[in-house]
């Protein structure tokens, strides 16, 4: 039986390459691109498209109105602009923000038969991360448990290959 993920895509390298490796590895892939108001998601949208089909690869397109969301505020919350889910920095509205992506995306996973959610980052988003640890186990675990999924997996193939 061929193994089934969801990665999140962000059109950066370490995403697309990391979609291009799991595929090649014999994945089954739906990729899934998260529009939080980024001013460059045109462009993204663009070059996840491209990816889709040079590979055969089905991506959905969610679009998170974040922007109407802050709209009238004086200083709108520090939010994510490179990727869709990892905090530019490490304020508490950023860490929010970004376990509830993941939450929502594993959800999307678990729920079209998926057992992995994988994200692609770079050596410095992975040191970033690093200052949000139990992010990730509670995201898995509110997947877990809201899907009736004994076993769901979200992980970074880069940070087992890496010294980030």
Same mark, same amino acid.
């Given at each position: 039986m061929q &193994?089934?993920?969801?990665?999140?895509?962000? @059109?950066?390298?370490?995403?697309t390459a990391m979609a291009i490796k799991?595929?090649?590895d014999g994945w089954a892939l739906r990729g899934i691109f998260v529009d939080n108001g980024q001013y460059c998601a045109a462009r993204q949208r663009t070059a996840i498209m491209n990816l889709s089909r040079q590979y055969n690869m089905p991506v959905d397109f969610w679009v998170t109105n974040l922007a109407q969301l802050y709209a009238g505020l004086s200083e709108p919350p520090h939010i994510m602009v490179s990727e869709p889910f990892l905090p530019v920095d490490c304020t508490p509205a950023s860490s929010a923000s970004s376990g509830g992506t993941l939450v929502t995306c594993g959800l999307y996973a678990a729920n079209t038969g998926c057992s992995h959610l994988f994200y692609g980052l770079?050596?410095? *988003?992975? @040191?970033?991360?690093?200052?949000f640890p139990g992010v990730?186990?509670?995201? *898995?675990?509110?997947?877990? @448990?809201?899907?009736? &999924?004994?076993?769901?997996?979200?992980?970074?193939?880069?940070?087992?290959t890496t010294n980030a």
């Open positions: &193994r089934k993920g969801v990665v999140m895509l962000s @059109a950066g390298i370490d995403s799991l595929l090649s770079t050596k410095d *988003e992975m @040191a970033r991360l690093y200052h990730i186990t509670l995201a *898995e675990q509110l997947v877990r @448990a809201n899907t009736g &999924r004994q076993k769901f997996i979200i992980e970074c193939p880069w940070s087992k």
